[in-house]
Nanobody, 126 residues
Framework: QVQLVESGGGLVQAGGSLRLSCAASGRTFSGVAMGWFRQAPGKEREFVATITFSGRYTDSADSVKGRFAISRDNSKNTVYLQMSSLTPEDTAVYYC???????????????????WGQGTQVTVSS
């Protein structure tokens, strides 16, 4: 079992930056890939970024490429999402997700993740 707790959300002006953190607990964090998703009001949850267990490989949605960066510190059981050049279209609840034990590869769909955090709100004002 993995428990995920996101933090770092808030209100920021367009063009600003935020760093989200996702603290994981539970032994199955080891060896699994992680991801970030977001969900805006009235929209489906969408992929933002993913990272392998080693941190060597990452992937991100076209809409955030060049602006968002995912990283992880396995010694702290924490995954990060550094967001810059934020726009109002980035406003959403951001969710951290973990794959199941043994699944260390990148994943871009919600069904590939077994564990989810409660989400953290990011609001970008124009």
């Amino acid at each position: 079992q993995v428990q995920l707790v996101e933090s770092g959300g808030g209100l920021v002006q367009a063009g600003g930056s935020l760093r989200l953190s996702c603290a994981a607990s539970g032994r199955t964090f080891s060896g699994v890939a992680m991801g970030w998703f977001r969900q805006a009001p009235g929209k489906e949850r969408e992929f933002v970024a993913t990272i392998t267990f080693s941190g060597r490989y990452t992937d991100s949605a076209d809409s955030v490429k060049g602006r968002f960066a995912i990283s992880r510190d396995n010694s702290k059981n924490t995954v990060y999402l550094q967001m810059s050049s934020l726009t109002p279209e980035d406003t959403a609840v951001y969710y951290c997700a973990a794959r199941n034990a043994g699944q260390s590869g990148l994943a871009v769909t919600t069904r590939e993740y077994a564990y989810w955090g409660q989400g953290t709100q990011v609001t970008v004002s124009s």
